[in-house]
């Protein structure tokens, strides 16, 4: 444990920073000088008796720490940090409650720092307490030169998970995890934060093969440290980079052995990840009834893409009254901002569905498919574009047709190369022949 004078300059720091106090307002309110209260945020004296009760006061704190209380908060700490490193949320949620019946207790003791990092971490994994997620990122960046090497490399790798997945900033998630990867000595922080990488690449699909590699890492660093579960949500993740590469043979194995796992180990998160992956499959093959049906038996209807899926199905089905019931759902669901590319997607099926095949609704196709190619989500360009051509066909659009097929076929040459984007290249061949010939 760092010394006692050591902590309490940072907590002075931090609390004067959050109150949005320089230091000369805060030397008025304390009669302490602003060189003195510099000096002891920088940690190079300890504060005198009187400073410290005068700093106590105006910020609003007591500092104290116990033996007993340094030993129960270890005690709780490892048992979180170990269950949520080896997904045991059930248990990590206990241990978080036994944090949390003494979290005065821990902010005014030498622990707070470490307190708050453990907080970071749990609210990030098991997805509680979000309402508490950004106050703690300000809070340990501002404490963050207090912090010895392994609590830098959690934070930074917590860090990564926070940007990519929290705030859609995926260069700057993809910086912290590259800066733990530095100086970490955790194999399973290693992984986590391959696994994180990779998740990071399904959205962009010129990046797919790189996310292959970044989940065999992490999938290969789990196994060696016994990580089942984690292996498991590897696979899992890896799964949709399958159905974009056209592996389906691959895939197929991968969802038959994480379905099977999270069904008998009663792993919801490996099972909702298994069930979104399997009707993925079904859509990009165009079996729409089949996904869904496995959306109908995904019952936490309360993720983004959820809705986009099961729309889209219902959609292709022509079974508009449930297609529209579920783009209410998704608004009463409050998931989505205005400019978001699911909510685009969803706002044009609505239109289409409710307006016929009108300019207004062909323009918003075209805005979802173009929104889609602009951040290149393969998904919803394949979504997008099957959407769309026969609008663009029924209205003798064949120009911008062409020009989206060519655009999806680029996307797929990205994905699986030139020799295996043939087979799409013949068929756009046939349909702009085709198409020309109706012209004519």
Not at 131 to 139: I, S
Not at 192 to 197: A, K, M, V
Not at 296 to 308: M, P, Q, S, T, V
């Amino acid at each position: 444990m760092r010394k006692r004078h050591d902590a309490i300059n940072h907590k002075i720091r931090l609390l004067r920073t959050e109150k949005q106090l320089t230091l000369r307002q805060l030397a008025e309110r304390t009669g302490v000088s602003h060189s003195t209260i510099n000096r002891i945020e920088q940690g190079i004296v300890e504060p005198s008796e009187s400073a410290l009760l005068a700093l106590e006061k105006a910020l609003g704190f007591h500092h104290v720490t116990h033996r007993e209380d340094v030993e129960r908060y270890n005690h709780h700490r490892l048992r979180l940090y170990r269950h949520i490193i080896y997904v045991n949320y059930e248990a990590a949620q206990a241990a978080l409650d036994a944090l949390l019946a003494h979290r005065k207790t821990y902010e005014s003791s030498d622990c707070f720092i470490d307190f708050y990092l453990m907080m970071f971490m749990a609210v990030t994994h098991l997805r509680v307490h979000l309402d508490w997620h950004d106050e703690l990122y300000r809070k340990l960046t501002v404490l963050s030169k207090a912090f010895n090497r392994p609590q830098q490399s959690l934070f930074l790798l917590e860090s990564g998970i926070y940007w990519s997945f929290f705030k859609d900033n995926r260069h700057r998630g993809k910086e912290a995890v590259e800066a733990h990867f530095a100086i970490t000595t955790s194999e399973n922080e290693r992984a986590i934060g391959e696994y994180t990488l990779g998740a990071m690449n399904l959205n962009d699909y010129r990046c797919f093969k790189r996310g292959v590699m970044y989940l065999d890492a992490a999938q290969q660093r789990f196994q060696s440290h016994n990580n089942f579960v984690r292996v498991m949500m590897t696979k899992a993740m890896k799964q949709i980079l399958y159905i974009y590469m056209n592996r389906f043979d691959a895939f197929v194995e991968l969802n038959k052995q994480t379905r099977y796992f999270s069904e008998i180990k009663g792993i919801e998160i490996i099972y909702r990840s298994s069930m979104k992956s399997l009707a993925r499959y079904y859509l990009v093959r165009g079996e729409y009834k089949a996904a869904a049906d496995t959306l109908d038996r995904f019952l936490d209807a309360n993720e983004a893409d959820y809705y986009l899926l099961k729309g889209y199905a219902l959609f292709r089905l022509e079974r508009f009254v449930e297609a529209l019931a579920v783009i209410r759902e998704a608004r009463e669901a409050s998931l989505y901002d205005a400019h978001d590319l699911s909510a685009s997607g969803l706002s044009a099926m609505e239109k289409r569905i409710t307006q016929g095949s009108t300019d207004e609704a062909l323009l918003a196709m075209q805005a979802y498919l173009d929104k889609a190619f602009e951040v290149r989500d393969y998904m919803s360009i394949r979504l997008g574009f099957k959407m769309i051509a026969p609008e663009l066909e029924a209205w003798r659009q064949y120009k911008a047709l062409h020009q989206y097929a060519d655009r999806l076929l680029e996307a797929v040459k990205n994905i699986v190369g030139k020799d295996e984007a043939h087979e799409t290249r013949s068929t756009r061949t046939d349909v702009s022949n085709d198409h020309a010939s109706r012209a004519d």
